[in-house]
């Protein structure tokens, strides 16, 4: 009985979403999207909690670098204008999601495939957004610092987070490291979602390694 009550609060805070896949692997994922699991992104009731992204991305910065992190079918980048960014890159773990968002031919877009908990991006960003993708990981503090390295300066980090159960995880510790420039409730029947707006106190470049660097260390390591 206890477990029945819980399922039906889940079922209560969640109306019109299908239960989301317990980790994120691609054929897990794949098969989410092969069954219609993100069709409700497209409806009225998402809307709103983009259009404040969207309403920070032209706020923050005039036309950015966008890495939108967890991208899935590119329905953020479906709704943004082309004259709002410079370019876009969305990343996503499912093979099918990029397939079609890949398909929409958006301008100054790219798409990718690949695990972002261990992606390492090639260049910075003015603007890296997490919209809905945190979930899907165990550490999500852990990939925020990961990716904190490559903002450009004066960057933002963007989170949309809609209000699961366990959600508040997510905003732990998000006060170390990182100060909070603006932040949103979106409220409607579908739910609510928290959204965030944070840039880093101190600023970190990343550790960029060549392979002439590695390997001249390896060389060094094996005469001592």
């Known amino acids: 009985m206890k477990k029945l009550l819980l399922r039906m609060d889940r079922l209560r805070i969640l109306p019109g979403r299908k239960e989301p896949p317990a980790n994120e692997q691609p054929d897990s994922m794949d098969e989410y999207y092969g069954n219609g699991g993100f069709d409700f992104l497209y409806s009225l009731e998402e809307l709103s909690h983009y259009m ?3 309403g920070y991305i032209r706020y923050f910065v005039r036309q950015p670098a966008i890495l939108d992190v967890g991208c899935g079918e590119g329905r953020l980048a479906d709704l943004l204008d082309r004259q709002d960014y410079k370019d876009y890159h969305g990343i996503d773990i499912s093979p099918i999601a990029i397939q079609r968002a890949q398909k929409k031919k958006l301008p100054k877009t ?6 972002f908990q261990t992606w390492d991006p090639d260049r910075s960003y003015d603007l890296i957004i997490f919209c809905e993708s945190l979930y899907y990981v165990q550490q999500p503090q852990e990939v925020i610092q990961h990716y904190a390295p490559f903002l450009k300066k004066g960057g933002h980090i963007i989170i949309s ?9 997510i905003w732990d510790g998000m006060d170390q490291g990182f100060k909070i420039c603006a932040a949103d ?4 029947l ?4 928290d959204i ?3 840039k880093v106190k101190v600023r970190i470049r990343p550790a960029i390694i060549s392979r002439n660097q590695i390997l001249f260390c390896s060389i060094i390591s094996s005469i001592r």
């Open 196 to 198: 965030r707006v944070s």
């Open 110 to 115: 790219r798409f990718t495939v690949t695990d």
């Open 190 to 193: 579908r739910g609510t979602w």
């Open 161 to 169: 987070i809609y209000r699961f159960l366990d959600q508040g995880r």
């Open 185 to 188: 409730i979106v409220q409607n």
């Open 52 to 54: 404040v992204i969207l």
